[in-house]
Structure formats: structure tokens, C-alpha cells
DNA sequence: CCGAGATACTTGACGGAACAAGTGACTGCT
DNA sequence: AGCAGTCACTTGTTCCGTCAAGTATCTCGG
């Protein structure tokens, strides 16, 4: 239905592809969302928390790396340790280190719920990105994935991940 | 699901590709919203309807259309409407054909709004994603995209993107 | 060691999105 | 025709995330 002087957009191929990566963004993050409710009460990104402290050493970081490791703000960290606080799964500490910074820890209790909460998100995650691709497609996915987070995500949260669990 | 002392998780490539993945899915639609938002005050969820309005014949589709094509709720999208007919973009009128639905209609300063806001969100989903991967990238991203959206986007919600039914 | 500026959070105010309930309109069965 | 059930929205409530401002601590130049 193209008027001529339509806004400038991609060749239909493009636009193909971008609303198909669009609509990926949108609903993989809703779907996982939606089985850790589910199943298990708890967001996505609190469970990102949890899971990364679970993978820390003393179950324990600084604020401001879980934040980059979950992919969150700050602001948003804080809100959501005040939520695990109070559900018993997270506590904060002081930073003998550095008096300015706030360590989250992982309780027994919130180690509990990481440990039972895994499988059925490992489950999904497969069910929904690793099985239905090929083994050559997920290496492909791999790198796209990573050279379109080079270009987009923010400089300085490009977090390496957790180091070996004295847990 | 074996007893292990660590929660079961994905092996490193795995890991590493789904985090990846997730990193991308979080950064990619916060820098397209940045970048619209800075240069022209629009949500990408808001220029999106506007867009899509812009492709329909006679800039015209049913509420509950424009919802799946933008990969949003109903209730989102009514509210959105509120915000851009209040801004003079869009209008409402009942459907003549169904006295349930209603129609939003792109006007002719929507219109505008939308020709001087796509060239630089097109510049930018190139700058992100067309412009970092090689060809054969983009028609495996493709690819990729299609098929997990397939396993994830709810049914019925799977547009096509042009006419609607003046079947 | 003192003060200016940066850093690491926390918190108040605000806006947007989800859930659920409500309204009006169509459909299908009898 | 008439009622039950569904559908297409809209709206009240509530929660969550952001922005901006506040607090406490660290760093560094002089």
C-alpha cells in the first residue's frame, strides 16, 4: 500500500529479518519470564541475581557487579536485594574494603532456591533457544550474539564472568 | 534431575551463548529506545504503532492488530493511543464493520512524525545489527530469529505484515 | 591532611505496564 | 427471537523500574 513518499525504511529483506529479531526480543525474555513466575515465584532477573551470587565465591559480590552481571541498573539492583531480603534468600553486608560498597550474600535459604529453581529454567532455556536451532546454528547465534552486544552494550558493565566457587 | 551440590546449569559454550543471547536481548531494545527517545521523544513501543499505522492502507487497522504487529498487549496499546492521540498522532474511530473494535488512525502530523523519525531509527538498527555482521550473518540472524520465535511467541499473535481484510 | 570531585550505593517521586474486572457488542444454539 | 458465551477493548489498582537527588566514603592534588 505504498504511497511513494513513504518513510524511509529497509529493503523487505531487512525488514524481515529485523522484525524477526524484534519480535525475539521481546517474547524469549517474556516466555522465561513467564516459567520462573511459573514455576518458581520469582522474576528473571531476581533469579539472574541469585544465580550469579550462587556462582560467586563466599556466594557473595559487590552490588554494583551483580548489577552489571544481571544486566540491571543499579537503582534496580537495590530494589530487588530489598525484595530478596525480605524473602529470606539474599542479605546485604558491608564492604570491609571499601566503606562505600554494599556486598550481597546468598543465604542457605536463597542457595535452596537457586539449587531448585535451576533445572526447570535449564529446561526451558534448552526447550527454547538450544534445541529447536542446530548445533551449527547455536555457534553461529554465539557469535552474532556477541558481536552485536560489542556494539550495543554500554562501555564498562562487559562482565567476566563469576570466579571459581569456594562455596 | 540428579542431586548435585551446584545447581545444574548449561555447560561454558552453552553458557556462554545464552548469556550472550540474553545480554543482547536486554541492550539491543534499551540503545533503539535510547536513541529514539533522545532524537525524537518517542518510546520505541510508541513509534512502533506509529509505524505500522504508517504501512496500513488508508493509515488505518483495528486496535487489537496494531497490539500483535508490535508485539504488545492490548492494555499497553490502549494506553499507548491515549498518550499519542493526546499528542495529536494518532485518533480513534469505532470499526463500521464490528461495533466492538476499534480503529487508530494514523493523522497527518503522525504521518510526519513518522517520516522525520525513521531515517535516524533506521540508521540505528543498522549501526546495531545490519552494519557489524557480515552478510551471511544477517541471513543466518535470519534464520535463527524465525525459529525461535516460533517456539516462543504465543499463538495466534503471528502477523503478517501488510492488507488488512478487505477480503 | 584538607577540600574538591568522583564513586557506590539508597531513596523519593513519578510514569509505564500487568492483572483483573467491567462494558458493550457479536455469535451460536435452541 | 433470546439467552449464554465469547470477543474487543477500557480502566482501576498495584507493582516495578527509572530519574534525580541525597548520603557516605574514597581519591587525589596541593
Redesign the interface.
Known sequence: ?GTV??????NA??Q????????????????IDAQLQRDAGVSHFEYQVM?ML?MSPERTRRMSEVAALA?GSLTRLSRTVDRLEKRGWVTRRPDPDDGRATLAVLTDTGWEK??A???GH?AE?R????D??TRT??R???????????????EGSFPT?PAP?T?
Chains 1, 2 share one sequence.
Open positions: 500500500m513518499d513513504e518513510p524511509r525504511w529497509l529483506e531487512e524481515d529479518t529485523w522484525l524477526a529479531v524484534l519480535a525475539m526480543a521481546v517474547w524469549l525474555p517474556d516466555a544465580a550462587s544486566n537457586v539449587v529453581t535451576a533445572p535449564v532455556v526447550r527454547l533457544v538450544l529447536p536451532l546454528q547455536v553461529q547465534l554465539h557469535e552474532i550474539a556477541t558481536r552485536i552486544r560489542q556494539v550495543v552494550q554500554p564472568l566457587g562455596a
